[in-house]
């Protein structure tokens, strides 16, 4: 079993930064794939980013790409998803997920993630 909670969410301006946390509990976290997804009202859970356990393959949606940076301190369980240039669009639900079998070709999947945390709100005025 994996508990992880999610810190760091808020509301900024356009154009702003914040940087979201997951602390991660209840297994060895550096064997686990940790991603974000995110989930808009009325919209389906998007996939955002995701790191492998080493933290030396990460991935990324395409409107993240150069904006988001997704890292992890497996000496403190943690991974982190640094925001820059936030857009409206970005306003959603932040959701941190693991697992310790994910193929790096699915880590863009929900479904390979066995456990989520309750999620962060994100809220990006314009």
């Known amino acids: 079993q994996v508990q992880l909670v999610e810190s760091g969410g808020g509301l900024v301006q356009a154009g702003g930064s914040l940087r979201l946390s997951c602390a991660a509990s209840?297994?060895?976290?550096?064997?686990?794939?940790m991603g974000w997804f995110r989930q808009a009202p009325g919209k389906e859970r998007e996939f955002v980013a995701a790191?492998?356990?080493?933290?030396?393959?990460?991935s990324y949606v395409d409107s993240a790409k150069g904006r988001f940076t997704i890292s992890r301190d497996n000496a403190k369980n943690t991974v982190y998803l640094q925001m820059n240039s936030l857009k409206p669009e970005d306003t959603a639900h932040y959701y941190c997920?693991?697992?310790?079998?994910?193929?790096?070709?699915?880590?863009?999947?929900?479904?390979?993630?066995?456990?989520w945390g309750q999620g962060t709100q994100v809220t990006v005025s314009s």
């Open positions: 997920a693991a697992d310790d079998d994910v193929a790096i070709g699915t880590m863009r999947l929900p479904l390979e993630y066995d456990y």
């Open positions: 209840g297994d060895t976290f550096s064997r686990l794939i």
């Open positions: 790191i492998s356990w080493g933290g030396g393959r990460t």
